[in-house]
Nanobody, 124 residues
Framework: QVQLVESGGGLVQPGGSLRLSCQVS????????IGWFRQAPGKEREGVSCIRSSDGKTYYGDSVKDRFTISRDNATNTVYLQMNSLKPEDTAVYYCAGRRGVVVTIETHLYDYWGQGAQVSVSS
């Protein structure tokens, strides 16, 4: 059974940094992709970034390129999202999600497994 557990959310001032963690368990092969998504109040869920487990290939949404970095630690089955230069518009509930296969995508509907979410608030 695939399980994803996020941690690391919180309140940060504009321009600050925060790192989210996603503990991954239950995938039985090396061929899967973990993505980060976010949903702000009143808005649709948006893809942020993703990483392929087998080789670390990554993809970023335009709104977070050059500010956010996704990485993985295969020894601990943890995926990280380092968020720098945070802006108030980054405020949202952040979810990690998983999909089997090798296609690197941040299309929300292509992910089958979801974590419970972590609140990130950017405010002065």
């Amino acid at each position: 059974q695939v399980q994803l557990v996020e941690s690391g959310g919180g309140l940060v001032q504009p321009g600050g940094s925060l790192r989210l963690s996603c503990q991954v368990s239950g995938f039985t092969s090396d061929y899967y992709v973990i993505g980060w998504f976010r949903q702000a109040p009143g808005k649709e869920r948006e893809g942020v970034s993703c990483i392929r487990s087998s080789d670390g290939k990554t993809y970023y949404g335009d709104s977070v390129k050059d500010r956010f970095t996704i990485s993985r630690d295969n020894a601990t089955n943890t995926v990280y999202l380092q968020m720098n230069s945070l802006k108030p518009e980054d405020t949202a509930v952040y979810y990690c999600a998983g999909r089997r296969g090798v296609v690197v995508t941040i299309e929300t509907h292509l992910y089958d497994y979801w974590g419970q979410g972590a609140q990130v608030s950017v405010s002065s």
